[in-house]
């Protein structure tokens, strides 16, 4: 049994050595900014007090926040990890409890925060070959910045996946959508949804991913209201020469419509629409690594088109992992 059930993601946090320049980028991407306590804010429209923090010093990431459903909550978390539950003297207030996990990333565990009503999002209106609501009417969209709504999830480089599976689902009681082995029985990271019980869940809220290289961020992703929206998101970064990272199309694991932008800095963030919703009562599924970099429809992943080189090691992962399936699958039966 998990100490506790999260509800969702909270927030990212970063440091950057120039606040002006992260607010530019950002705004560009959709988030309202603000600056308070010598820290940069970023919001969506969904009436949180924050989504994306940012603070001054060396580039680096910093955290990934949580959010529980109630201040009792940590106060269980807190008692079982020996740790204090404290104030969050942050836009919003609240309590935290800190913690760090194998790898040593700062997980940052909220609740209590005062929220805004949510701005209302509108309904896309799509004329599909099998329902058309929209009639006697035309759609004229307007060159603008994506309008983020809240943030869905964050992709963490781990050293040991199952290490680090067992200590976040311990905690937090992450549920297992897809898992991703590089062969059979060969485990590299998995894509974890909350445990809400019979309420739908987002198909991924943290992603563990043992690859080659350096740990940190991969990514973190941020829901937008539509695929209009994505699109003139995507636009608009182009226009003004934001570096993209990958994208527009559609993946597999979790069915999003996605667009990857990278910061000034080099963080990845994603815009994304239209995720696969499951409940604690949908089975996992394992998928390959293939599936994992493959897309439904639209642009391949970098390393397919060319554009970017392989992680360092990757390459020699992958070759020792061949030969390692090799010498399995030609030893007798008996042998095996």
Same mark, same amino acid.
């Given at each position: ?7 969702? @993601? &909270? ?19 959709? %988030?309202?900014?603000?600056?308070? =306590? ?8 969904? =009436? ?10 060396? &580039? ?16 269980? %978390? &807190? ?13 919003? =207030? ?25 701005? !209302?999002?509108?309904? !896309?209106? $799509?004329?599909?070959? &099998? ?15 994506? *309008?983020?709504?809240? @943030?869905? *999830? ?6 040991? $996946?199952? /290490? ?15 898992? @991703? ?30 690859? !080659?290289?350096? %740990? ?17 998101? *995507? ?10 990272? #990958? ?13 990857? #932008? ?15 919703? $499951? ?14 970099? /493959?897309?439904? #429809?639209?642009?391949? *992943?970098?390393?397919? /088109? ?22 399995? $699958? ?7």
């Amino acid at each position: 049994m998990a100490i506790i059930k999260v509800e969702d @993601i &909270a927030h990212v946090r970063f440091a950057v050595p120039d606040l002006a320049l992260m607010r530019g980028f950002l705004e560009d991407f959709g %988030l309202s900014c603000f600056e308070q =306590g010598g820290r940069l804010y970023g919001k969506g429209s969904d =009436g949180r007090p924050f989504i994306h923090a940012t603070e001054p010093g060396a &580039a680096t990431f910093l955290a990934v926040g949580l959010r529980a459903a109630r201040i009792a909550d940590l106060e269980i %978390l &807190a008692a079982q990890e020996g740790v204090a539950v404290e104030p969050l003297e942050e836009p919003g =207030g609240g309590m935290v409890v800190r913690l760090a996990d194998p790898d040593g990333y700062r997980v940052e565990v909220v609740a209590g925060q005062q929220c805004e009503a949510p701005a !209302p999002c509108p309904r !896309p209106r $799509f004329n599909s070959a &099998a329902d058309k609501p929209r009639q006697r009417e035309t759609i004229r969209l307007e060159p603008a910045p994506a *309008h983020v709504r809240r @943030i869905g *999830h964050a992709v963490l480089k781990v050293s040991d $996946f199952r /290490a680090s599976e067992r200590w976040w689902k311990a905690r937090f009681g992450f549920l297992t959508s897809d898992e @991703i082995e590089a062969a059979p029985g060969v485990p590299l990271g998995a894509f974890m949804r909350c445990d809400r019980g019979d309420v739908a869940s987002d198909h991924h809220t943290i992603f563990l991913a043992q690859l !080659p290289g350096a %740990l940190g961020l991969l990514h973190a992703a941020f829901e937008v209201e539509s695929l209009d929206d994505l699109m003139l998101g *995507h636009e608009y970064l182009k226009v003004r020469e934001r570096q993209a990272a #990958w994208g527009v199309g559609r993946h597999i694991m979790g069915s999003q419509i996605f667009d990857y #932008w990278k910061d000034p800095f080099g963080n990845e963030l994603e815009h994304w629409t239209d995720g696969d919703l $499951f409940t604690a009562a949908d089975p996992p599924a394992k998928q390959t690594m293939q599936a994992l970099l /493959a897309v439904q #429809w639209g642009a391949p *992943h970098p390393m397919f /088109a060319g554009r970017m080189a392989p992680p360092p090691g990757l390459v020699a992962f992958v070759t020792a992992l061949q030969l390692r399936l090799k010498r399995l $699958f030609a030893r007798s039966p008996k042998e095996a």
